[in-house]
């Protein structure tokens, strides 16, 4: 709720989830005093998804649903 800050959202092709081989899929940058209530359709083949917030200065992330 009235998030600042930059969401990204990161995927591997690998199978080992704790490696540094992710990358960026999508983003939401300079998200200031936002509500983001919305959704995209991310397209690929990818094995693990993850969330990562950026330059949070204030807010609440109450949480990040994703499925396939």
């Known amino acids: 709720t009235d998030f600042s800050g930059n969401l990204i959202i990161e995927a591997t092709l690998s199978a080992n989830k704790a490696t540094d081989e992710y990358f960026e899929v999508y983003s939401w940058s300079n998200c200031a005093n936002a509500n983001i209530n919305t959704y995209h359709n991310l397209e690929g083949n990818f094995v693990y998804l993850r969330a990562k917030i950026?330059?949070?200065?204030f807010g609440v992330v109450n949480f990040i649903k994703l499925s396939y």
């Open 54 to 57: 950026q330059d949070f200065s």
